[in-house]
């Protein structure tokens, strides 16, 4: 047979490309898009856990405890102090300044500025290292969300939950008043009192930014907890930070008999004692509850009562609110600066699945 009859061979026609399975496709798409923002989900998730934890409810039950207990013993001083001032302004405001004689500390202001930094350091000592120790940061990184967003979901929270637990305590106080002393409040002395309350979160949100940064350094959440409560207790007390402030004062400023000497020495524990955030917490909190109050000083209850027999002029809100400005921005600096150390450190981490 001739080369010619031989038919020529053909080449197989070439496939044309497969197009992308569906699933990959639409994970390659989404892959593309930009993220947004994560840290409502987390914050929702976390603020579900609280809630639900028992540590919330032994939290408010603490908190509602260290409230009714100034309460409880300044009953009767509070009846008789509304009954010689039954004509003035402000009584009920009374509640949350009037304490035992001779005991301080056994007011509402300062009882709750000594147990309410507990609410944050308890809700977010353990933020970040219990997730790392349990093993499932690295899972919730490994999620669709930016990594700030889990630092920001853990404080808003926290934050949303001390805010809910300082209101209710609050009301608490505040039905407490209505039924003890049969007064209903004025609209001025519930805008101060509104006040008091966004002042105490801000000191508490310090607190919590506080726990946040030890969360983020310190590995362990035991270590973490301890040194919380080791600086609570030598910051927020005042019987252990004036201590403390004391001891300090007379190497800065050694008292001496002359009255310069003396007047230079509680000069420089007054400026030391306002160092602290605790400080700065009940000479704030003492102006927004009395309106009487023209200085950062703490009157007594003789004082006050002996003021309003007299009618001085109150001070306004506002009036109020600049004397304790600086003490506000203070606050709320500090409170900054711990978030801003906790957001940095974590960002810095190497998390390891």
Not at 200 to 227: C, D, E, H, K, N
Not at 242 to 255: E, N, R, T
Not at 332 to 350: G, N
């Amino acid at each position: 047979m001739s080369d010619a009859m031989v038919p020529a061979a053909t080449e197989p026609p070439v496939p044309a490309p497969a197009a992308a399975p569906a699933p990959q496709a639409a994970s390659a798409a989404r892959r593309a898009e930009p993220l947004g923002p994560g840290w409502p989900t987390i914050a929702a998730k976390e603020f579900a856990d609280h809630v639900l934890s028992a540590r919330f409810y032994v939290l408010l039950v603490i908190l509602g405890v260290a409230a009714l207990i100034p309460l409880y013993f300044a009953a009767d001083q509070i009846r008789s102090a509304a009954s010689q001032v039954s004509g003035a302004s402000a009584v009920f405001l009374f509640l949350f300044t009037v304490g035992p004689p001779n005991i301080s500390l056994l007011r509402v202001d300062q009882f709750v500025g000594i147990a309410a930094p507990l609410l944050g350091v308890a809700f977010a000592f353990d933020a970040i290292n219990g997730e790392r120790h349990e093993g499932t940061l690295p899972r919730l990184l490994s999620q669709p969300i930016h990594r700030d967003d889990v630092i920001n979901g853990k404080f808003v929270a926290g934050l949303a939950v001390i805010a809910i637990v300082l209101a209710a305590v609050i009301g608490i106080i505040s039905g407490f008043g209505l039924l003890r002393l049969g007064i209903v409040p004025a609209s001025g002395e519930v805008v101060r009192i509104v006040g008091w309350y966004l002042l105490t979160v801000l000191y508490v949100a310090l607190w919590l930014a506080f726990g946040m940064l030890l969360s983020v350094v310190i590995q362990r959440a035991a270590t973490s907890a301890l040194i919380g409560l080791g600086v609570w207790l030598f910051v927020a007390v005042p019987i252990f930070g004036q201590l403390i402030v004391s001891i300090v004062g007379s190497f800065v400023a050694p008292g001496g008999s002359s009255a310069t000497d003396i007047l230079s020495a509680a000069s420089a524990q007054q400026f030391l004692l306002r160092l602290l955030p605790s400080t700065l917490y009940s000479e704030a909190s003492i102006v927004l509850l009395d309106p009487s109050v023209t200085s950062v000083s703490t009157p007594t209850l003789g004082q006050y009562i002996q003021a309003q027999q007299q009618v001085p002029p109150l001070l306004s809100l506002d009036q109020s609110l600049l004397l304790v400005w600086p003490h506000i921005v203070a606050l709320l600096a500090l409170t900054v600066l711990c978030f801003a150390l906790a957001y940095i450190a974590f960002m810095r981490q190497e998390v390891r699945a």
